[in-house]
């Protein structure tokens, strides 16, 4: 018997959307809803253990899977505690849905009652209100055309008496969301005066960021060979183009040391999907000629002003400069200064562990198809900087909002988006301490999932940053639990590791791995990461500001 819902209508909308998963935390809101996907059973229900777990499984699914991540929640506290993630989702751009019901209308004294639609707007998603059965569709189809833009999370929020409403005699199927408009065909003369300043450069380099797209990106290594120009890339569209022979890595002080030194020299650098934020561009591109070609109009000059904007899809743009600059043929261009990428000197047997012989041993450990995720925190500069890339679809970092500890969940929904392939997150120990309880989840559904805890006994960032100020550093440092030990409580073969020699140990495990792993592996509290430093040398004359991640 067919569901006349508005509840059955939203989940005959999510079927329509081709929502495969839903990550969830049941309460009174959202128990009919679940109930409801799970006996249609068409859509897999995940049951997280935390709201904010629930939203960054939704976040990571979205960014390894390319499709709208979906979660939901219930009322009240159970969508303030997703505050975190949501925020963390919008500073990304990922396209979440997040379906939260609200308290009955007019209960006034209902004791989860809050102000839903000012918190959800202040943390950057779209609030969508249903009011009335009759605009399900309307409603729902908003949410999925918002998050399909481009332009982060949306949330559907109802009231659960309008929920389990009846529909309208006579509603019409539900009709999925358009997806998103072509992008504006960049002005020729635009493209003329963008080919005009290329020619001129001695030493241009190219900046691509996620408004390349992984699989149309090769005319942007024809342009780079026609030009003999380095390309670089933003931390979000790490390992695009990384076979490339001209390609450099990552930019930024979280990057490669070859990529920023050849930002650094550049006289004309062509910045294309990216937003070129300070982070990616050591400081800004000052005394460069700078080239931005982006299909959305707000992203140019957003953080450096370009001398040539062109509004644009980036990958027609690059084939137009292609055939202004064929004439002249292809240049031999320049080639950047040779210079090594991390620590040198990092051998031997230590103990505690570099964290840099951490990253070394599991970048050669791991496949070159590995999927990624490295959260926030001083251990991570070292994974972002060295831990290769070879997919940008395959990499995501969380740090977006500046948070730590939301890697283990993106993880998780990245272990649902590529169901069958191991997963790989980098964290650190405060940051785990923060989502432990969702290593049940992940053994809850024998995920394959390999939990790396870069364990420095406190939160590393702070130690350097209050050692800098002159403060004493106790208040950063704790005694945790044995985590390894902990791990292994919620079911997880788990391996401490601590001295370099045991890094061997890595490979054998993984060989073997089906479900959840986890490696506690102790390292160096002292080791300072070369980004970190600078951070460490502002906070002795002024406020620290800590790196973003770009948005593209």
Known sequence: ???ETVVGAVVQALEAEGTDVVFALMG???????????????????????????????????????????????????????????????????????????TPTGDLNHPQRFDQQSFIRSTGALFRPLYRPESVHTDTAA??????????????NAPVDVLLARMPQGTAPYRPADGPPAGPLPDPAAVDAAAAALAAARRPVILIGRGVPPDDAAPVGDLADLLGAPITTSLKAKGLLARHPRSLGTAGGLGTIPAARALADADCVLVLGATANQWTTDGGLDGRVVVQVDRDAEALGRY???????????????TALIERLSAGGARTGWTPPAIPNGPAGVTGDTAPVHPQQVVDALDAALPEDRLLVVDAG??????????????????????????????????????????????????????LMMSLNELATARRYDLPLT????????????????????????GSEHSWPDIA???????????????????????????????????????????QNRAFADIAARLRGSDAQHPEGETR
């Open 1 to 3: 018997m067919p569901d």
């Open 28 to 102: 009174d809101g959202n128990l009919d809803l679940l109930s409801r996907i799970s006996a249609a059973g068409r859509i897999k229900v995940v049951h997280a253990c935390h709201e904010q777990g629930a939203v960054a499984m939704a976040d990571g699914y979205a960014r390894f899977s390319g499709k709208p991540g979906v979660a939901s929640v219930t009322h009240g506290p159970g969508l303030s505690n997703t505050a975190t993630s949501l925020l963390t989702a919008a500073a990304a751009a990922s396209p979440v849905v997040l379906i939260a019901p609200d």
């Open 143 to 156: 949410v999925f055309r918002h998050v399909r833009s481009g332009k982060g999370p949306a949330v559907l």
């Open 304 to 318: 450096t002003r370009p001398d040539v904007a062109v509004l644009g899809d980036a990958v027609t743009t690059v």
């Open 378 to 431: 001083h251990f991570g500069s070292y994974a972002q900087q060295t831990l290769r890339s070879f997919d940008p679809r395959r990499y995501a970092f969380t740090h977006d909002f500046g948070a730590i500890g939301q890697a283990l969940g993106v993880s998780i929904g990245a272990a649902f988006a590529k169901e069958g392939e191991r997963v790989t997150v980098v964290l650190g120990d405060g940051c």
């Open 451 to 474: 939990v790396v805890v870069m364990n420095d006994g406190g939160y590393g960032q702070e130690r350097h940053s209050l050692r800098a100020k002159g403060y004493p550093v106790t």
């Open 485 to 527: 030990r902990i791990a292994e409580g919620f079911g997880i073969p788990s391996h401490s590791i601590e001295r370099a020699e045991s890094l061997a140990l890595i490979p054998h495990v993984l060989d073997q791995a089906i479900g959840p792993v986890l490696f506690d592996v102790h390292i160096d509290p002292d080791a």
